[in-house]
């Protein structure tokens, strides 16, 4: 085997072994060790296939133009949302001007592995140094959003009440009429399934803010959990039509 080809090998995800008799509910946590070593273009992704299905849908079905991604780390799955866009633009079913948005603490790590596989990712790839609990840094989103683009948000940061409430507080904004704001890995705080070393709090905070008047606009979306497996359980939130 050449060097070029055991490269792209070592960018395999460990592959997944569980007994044919192993429970649902094992064969899920195997699923969960795996998600994390997981890769896309060259770069880390976290997200299970089946989700990345759900996106396709979703993506598809509401026409989103834009991506805000709460959570860059290594960049993965910002240059898939970007990929994804591009394809839709391809089919002529939303405008060429896609974009994603990603936040994250720190960018410099995410910026130059971005670059390391597409040298002109910032013309449609827009990183922002910040916190998701900072009001400020959804302002700086909102500058790079274009007029009218409908936009989906995916928050995928801590994992815990504070950040989660608190993404959805100044995020959700953005949101348009019949569009999704997506809350990842709610199964922290499901007790079979939580990874080691979470506490949990992203239920408990989607739950809270559903009761706020901005939340009420929005209703869960389970049966879009289409699957049977996911890391986002009670994540799908969609904003309502607008009745006119
Ligand atoms: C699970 S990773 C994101 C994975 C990525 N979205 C993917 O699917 O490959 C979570 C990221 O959230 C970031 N993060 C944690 N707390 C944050 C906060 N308060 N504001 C912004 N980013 C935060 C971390 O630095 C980390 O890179």
């Known amino acids: 085997m050449s060097a070029e080809e055991q490269v792209e090998f070592s960018q395999l995800p460990p592959k997944v ?4 008799a192993a429970s649902v509910l094992d064969y899920w946590r195997a699923r969960e060790r ?7 273009a060259g770069l880390r992704i976290k997200k299970f296939p089946e989700d990345l299905r759900v996106y396709e849908h979703v993506l598809w079905l509401s026409r989103a133009q834009v991506v805000v991604e709460l959570g860059t780390h290594l960049g993965g799955a910002a240059l ?6 591009r394809t839709q633009a391809t089919y002529g079913r939303v405008p060429d001007a896609v974009r994603v948005i ?5 960018q410099d790590r995410a910026a130059d592995l971005l ?7 910032s013309r449609d790839i827009a990183l922002i140094a910040g916190d998701v609990k900072d009001p400020v840094v959804a302002d700086r ?27 959805l507080h100044n995020f959700a904004r953005f949101v348009p009429d019949g569009g999704f704001f997506v809350v990842e890995d709610g199964i922290v705080d499901d007790p079979h399934l939580r ?14 803010w559903l009761t706020t008047a901005e939340g009420r606009a929005f209703r869960t979306r389970r049966d879009l959990e289409l699957y049977g497996i996911t890391n986002h359980p009670h994540g799908w939130l969609q904003r309502a039509e607008s009745p006119d």
Not at 102 to 106: A, C, G, I, N
Not at 115 to 121: K, L, M
Not at 146 to 161: I, K, M, N, S
């Open 34 to 40: 795996q998600h994390v070593r997981d890769w896309y």
């Open 102 to 106: 990603s936040v994250d603490l720190e």
């Open 80 to 85: 898939w949302f970007r990929d994804r866009l």
């Open 141 to 167: 989103v909102a500058e790079h959003i274009p007029a009218g683009a409908r936009c989906l948000v995916v928050e995928d940061t801590l994992h815990q009440y504070d950040t989660t409430i608190a993404a």
């Open 115 to 121: 670059a390391g596989v597409d040298p002109d990712f």
């Open 17 to 20: 072994a569980v007994d044919r």
């Open 195 to 208: 990874p080691p070393g979470m506490q949990g709090g992203v239920l408990p905070a989607v739950a809270d």
